[in-house]
């Protein structure tokens, strides 16, 4: 079997509700998959964390067992890729009993490597992050994390631990001869400070508490069990055949504030039972609302279903790959969606869209007319390998404005040329000329931003009256002049109907 682009997002704490925060992974996550499935196999993975005590706590307060509370939960984490059109292949839950089978044997193994060994850990301990903290990080004696802030307290345990420190030359010399493995930048700095600044072994088990994976005298950190999905949902331990066309993983896209999880502790895990480190972990920004990383616990979310609704999943998908790029902090407003709604989908592309189809009927009934050349249609050549490899370096917005540019420049022809004027002159051969190239430069556009807005992409290719999807496999297959003479073009629904602000109250 060939290798498949092997794509992941985190597994989502599955207390509390998703928030478009998440979204934001899921959605570029389908992004870069789907550019990739159009030039070859690809797999891409999601799912849900649901162990550690604060899942426990939370099954406590609502009077059920932890195993019916996180099955109550589970369904809505489901939802939240669909809604966004976004498609997974597999949807991963650390309650499956084939990650737990493969957690249980990833211990076994390292055991009997000396991995993992038994020792006593004594330290401060958040429970809501699930962490130890070393005294000198406590602010007022309490979690310094600035979302947290709770009260820590002291554990004493006999635990499991994993012998981290042991990888740290290996990890350093990693990073230094794979620059791309950590991206962007920012966070490879601050992840190689973090590997200068040395590394203690991990203690990977619990006994304060019984909701996790089993293991000798206690239950599996959750950090330890959670970074395992990416191979126990891949085949690692029940399908070798299967694992070997997907790891090591193409692109692990995380938030920024699990880099450490991911790129340190992760591939020493990999490396101890002898597999490869991901090709590239790609820390993003945060989503911000009044200025603060939007999460649940502060009450700042937005309701990713909600938005959906009102702005349509290709909307939102477009707007949060456009709004910033790719690894930057950016905030979120309504009216910042509004504004890209009406602006840039409506305006730019509907109209051009619109215009254009609408011209076509008038003055070819709706034909297309024989293949030219153009001077755009030269710049286009060139779009489909720029923007082909902005997507595949996670430069997604860099992509949508080289897009756009081509939008931009489209729409400025039909202003200069003004083919009202050639009809009205019998400059037929200008007319067709133009007319070609508004329909080819839309069949292009169609195909480049079909991973962002499959849903409009594919409306797009149905009105320019092609069949299927405009899953193409580009750049290879897309050249100038594809789209076939008298094509009967279909127009259609406005793409994106405009969206007026809420009277005020
Ligand atoms: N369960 C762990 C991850 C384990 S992966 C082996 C976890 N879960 S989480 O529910 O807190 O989700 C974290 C991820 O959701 C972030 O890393 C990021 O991908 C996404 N986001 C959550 N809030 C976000 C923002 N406000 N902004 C951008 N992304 C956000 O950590």
């Known amino acids: 079997m060939p290798r498949a682009f092997y794509v992941t997002t985190p597994i989502y704490y599955i207390s509390g509700n998703p928030h478009i ?15 990739a499935r159009a030039n070859g196999p690809a797999f891409s993975l999601t799912g849900t964390d649901e162990h550690g005590q604060k899942v426990a706590n939370a099954a406590a307060a609502a009077g059920m067992t932890p195993q019916a509370y996180v099955d109550s939960l589970a369904p809505r984490w489901r939802e939240l890729a669909p809604a966004f059109d976004a498609q997974f292949d597999d949807f991963i839950r650390t309650t499956d009993a084939r990650h737990i089978r493969a957690c249980q044997a990833v211990f076994e193994k390292l055991v009997a490597t000396g991995d993992v060994y038994q020792g006593t850990y004594e330290g401060w301990y958040c429970t809501n992050d699930e962490t130890f903290w070393p005294e000198s990080k406590l602010i007022d004696g309490r979690c310094p994390n600035p979302e947290c802030r709770r009260p820590v307290e002291w554990l004493a345990e006999e635990d499991w631990f994993f012998r981290l420190s042991a990888y740290r030359d290996r990890l350093i010399a990693y990073f230094k001869e794979n620059p791309e493995f950590c991206r962007p930048q920012s966070v490879y ?10 590394l203690d072994d991990l203690s990977i088990s619990r006994t304060s508490f019984d909701w996790g994976i089993p293991l000798p005298g206690g239950v599996m950190y959750v950090w330890f069990d959670a970074l395992l999905n990416y191979i126990s949902a891949t085949g690692w331990l029940d399908d070798p055949a299967r694992f070997e066309t997907l790891w090591p993983a193409s692109v692990q896209l995380i938030g920024k504030e699990i880099a450490r999880f991911h790129t340190i502790i992760w591939p020493a895990m990999l490396w101890a039972l002898g597999l490869e480190a991901p090709a590239r972990v790609f820390a993003h920004g945060w989503i911000l609302s009044d200025g603060q990383k939007m999460s649940k ?4 979310a937005f309701d990713p279903f909600a938005l959906a609704q009102t702005y349509g999943a290709d909307s939102i998908r477009y707007f949060l790959l456009r709004e910033a790029p790719f690894g930057s902090d950016f905030s979120v407003s309504e009216e910042k969606l509004r504004v890209r709604h009406n602006a840039d989908l409506g305006n730019d592309l509907g109209n051009l869209l619109r215009r254009s189809l609408a011209m076509l009927t008038k003055y070819r009934n709706g034909l297309v007319p024989p293949a030219s050349e153009s001077a755009i249609g030269e710049r286009f050549g060139e779009l489909g390998t720029t923007v082909y490899d902005h997507v595949m370096s996670l430069r997604f917005r860099e992509a949508l404005d080289a897009t756009w540019e081509l939008i931009a420049a489209l729409n400025r022809d039909i202003d200069d040329k003004k083919p009202w004027e050639l009809y009205k002159h019998e400059r037929t051969d200008e007319l067709d000329a133009l007319l070609y190239e508004l329909c080819e430069g839309l069949r292009w556009l169609a195909i480049l931003v079909h991973p962002f807005m499959p849903a409009k992409a594919t409306a797009i290719w149905h009105q320019l009256g092609l069949e299927g999807t405009p899953s193409v496999a580009w750049p290879e297959n897309l050249q100038w002049g594809g789209l076939a003479a008298n094509t009967q073009t279909n127009p259609g629904d406005a793409l994106f109907p405009r969206i007026e602000a809420p009277a005020p109250a």
């Open 297 to 300: 616990s502060l009450g700042n």
């Open 21 to 35: 925060g998440h979204a934001y992974t899921t959605i570029a996550a389908d992004v870069l998959v789907r550019a």
């Open 189 to 198: 700095n601050e992840m190689m400070a973090t590997l200068e600044g040395g």
